[in-house]
């Protein structure tokens, strides 16, 4: 998960000349001012001196800082989202798709600003108005659970509560922003990934030959 390009203008012009804000601008910063001062400490007023733009252009854009927390959440699990359906059009077996799965949302995660997943675990996105939000996340959660069930129903995998572990797939691609290590992101991707398929494998000899046929896969989320 993270910011897809989009270098759309919003909001009225800047004045002193600049260019106009971008989606990705008004995101990042918000995500960036969110994520050190939770979601009460910033308000719209600290993410528009931020970006050096008055309240009200943010205000015109969304309304209400929930508003934007909603569409900050979608758009984040967007990239992750469109990249699952492609892969799942290729029909690959389920623990294959899994492999994959995690190892391109973790390589993406250790490589982006800390500050994005991080979004995804505020305690405010329980609450009534984040359903767009709550939407969206549940949406990466039945990614991995509709392929643990169907790798359990192959015999490829063998899970007790495929829910719990959908969920804790997610969490685990989404580790290495936490854990900050020095280590490329690529090998961060693959020890996740690799870890994750031995939790679930009923035969864990097959994992070198599941690594090697998701490497083939010509896919990425950005």
Excluded: W
């Amino acid at each position: 998960m993270t910011l897809a390009p989009d270098r759309r203008p919003v909001g009225r012009p800047r004045g002193d000349g600049r260019p106009h804000l971008t989606r990705d601008e008004v995101f990042l910063t918000a995500a960036r001012l969110i994520s050190a001062e939770g979601y009460t400490g910033a308000s719209i007023r600290m993410i528009a001196q931020a970006l050096q733009v008055a309240p009200a252009s943010l205000f015109n854009l969304f309304g209400a800082k929930d508003a934007l927390l909603n569409e900050l959440v979608v758009y984040l699990a967007q990239p992750s989202l469109d990249f699952y359906a492609r892969l799942n059009a290729l029909a690959l077996a389920p623990e294959v798709a899994l492999f994959k799965s995690l190892f391109e949302e973790a390589a993406l995660v250790a490589s982006v600003d800390r500050a994005l997943p991080a979004i995804f675990y505020l305690p405010e996105l329980q609450k009534p108005q984040f359903e767009p939000a709550q939407r969206a996340r549940a949406a990466l959660v039945a990614h991995y659970r509709g392929l643990i069930e169907a790798g359990c129903e192959s015999g490829a995998l063998e899970c007790d509560l495929p829910g719990l572990a959908a969920e804790q797939m997610l969490q685990l691609s989404e580790t290495s922003v936490l854990a900050a290590l020095p280590a490329p992101p690529l090998a961060q991707a693959r020890a996740s990934a690799r870890l994750a398929l031995r939790a679930l494998l009923a035969d864990r000899g097959r994992l070198e030959a599941i690594e090697a046929q998701a490497a083939q896969v010509d896919l990425t989320i950005l």
